[in-house]
């Protein structure tokens, strides 16, 4: 009896999920992984990453199905549209255990009030990344890629993520996000045909390339930016006045999901400050967990690319999802960018 009441503890204590699997698809260069590690060893769970390199390529593969992730991390403007052609699970993750530790900020947010589909993975700022050795102006202008300087033309390279190009695009030439004013658009794919003359690439994940002096500006995200200054002190990040885009990218569960049970824990998991703290520490953005900040190396809490200066708050607009109308008219203007 009492080897029979010892083997059963002993199963009770291992793993709930000894054999289990998760199939996570996610932003290239953007999962850490020191904290798939701890999460694996902590649940016996088996984790597979899969890249990719856009919300649109990540929407476009998930709609064709048969793609077997059980997790993806859209950004905010992309969850109604998950939602919307009924892609995502309503996993309650504001009924799990780790959900207390949620800032509040990012509670009641537009694309997914209070929470019942997503949890925060990162957020920042979407701006201009520079090579300060090779251009030595103003870094706070869209000008550097919609205009460039001639040091550099033929050396900018922009991210392919619609929403953050155009919505830069749209304030650069005088228009408020989410626009379908049809003149306005017309400057916008004007100065981005004529722009493009002078870029070098439309590539995702430059980090290397930005670090190398490969590239001198592009449009970037902030912990990226962040990422290439730790190799090379000659980079900055700028805040562009016309106007830039505050984003969220956020975990949810596929409704088409294999390993629903494994992929509830993971959301959990994520959603403890220390965890939290690991993704911030890999990729360099902040995330919405408060508690977190007591994990973070101690570089983030001054670094200027993750804390904004006061003096250039303003021109930040929280990026949201644009009526069809609008979506629709950008996304041809960006098919006819990348012809």
């Known amino acids: ?25 996610n932003w290239g260069n953007y999962t850490s992984p020191e904290m798939i590690e701890k999460f694996e060893a902590e649940t016996g769970i088996k984790v597979t990453i ?3 390199d856009s919300n649109d390529t ?14 993806v991390v859209p ?14 699970m309503e996993s309650k993750p504001n009924e799990m255990e780790n959900f207390k530790h949620m800032d509040p900020q990012w509670v009641d947010v537009e ?27 103003d870094i706070h202008s869209a000008a550097l890629i919609f205009d460039p300087p001639e040091e550099l033309k033929g050396k900018i390279n922009v991210v392919p993520e619609m929403n953050d190009v155009m ?34 690439s439309m590539d995702y994940g430059m980090i ?69 703290a690991m993704l911030s520490s890999f990729a360099r953005y902040a995330n919405g967990i408060a508690g977190s900040e007591a994990f973070m190396p101690e570089d983030m809490k001054s670094a200027p690319e993750i804390v904004v200066p006061a003096e250039l708050k303003a021109a930040a607009y929280v990026a949201k999802t644009c009526p069809p109308e609008a979506s629709k008219l950008y996304t041809a203007i960006w098919t006819d960018l990348q012809k």
């Open 75 to 88: 950004s905010g403007t992309y969850i109604p549209i998950f939602v919307g052609e009924g892609l995502l």
């Open 208 to 276: 290397e390339k930005f670090a190398k002096g490969d590239v001198a500006a592009g449009v970037n995200w902030n912990g990226a930016s962040f990422r290439a200054r730790e190799q090379n002190a000659d980079i900055a990040f700028g805040y562009p006045q016309t106007g830039y885009p505050v984003w969220m990218d956020n975990a949810a569960i596929l409704a088409d999901a294999s390993n629903v049970e494994e992929a509830k824990t993971f959301l959990n998991f994520i959603m403890a400050p220390e965890n939290a």
């Open 58 to 71: 990540a929407l476009a593969k998930i709609k064709a199905g048969g793609h077997g992730f059980d997790i």
């Open 111 to 137: 694309f997914d009030p209070g929470r019942n589909y997503t949890v925060p993975w990162q957020w920042g700022t979407v701006g201009v990344t520079v090579n300060t050795s090779i251009y030595g102006g």
């Open 167 to 200: 919505g830069m695009a749209i304030h650069y030439v005088g228009g408020e996000q989410c626009t379908a004013d049809k003149e306005v658009l017309m400057k916008v794919r004007d100065t981005l045909k004529a722009a493009k003359a002078n870029w070098l």
């Open 1 to 25: 009896m009492k080897k029979t009441l010892a083997a059963m503890a002993l199963v009770l204590a291992s793993p709930a999920y000894a054999d289990g699997a998760l199939n996570i698809y």
């Open 50 to 52: 899969t890249d990719y």
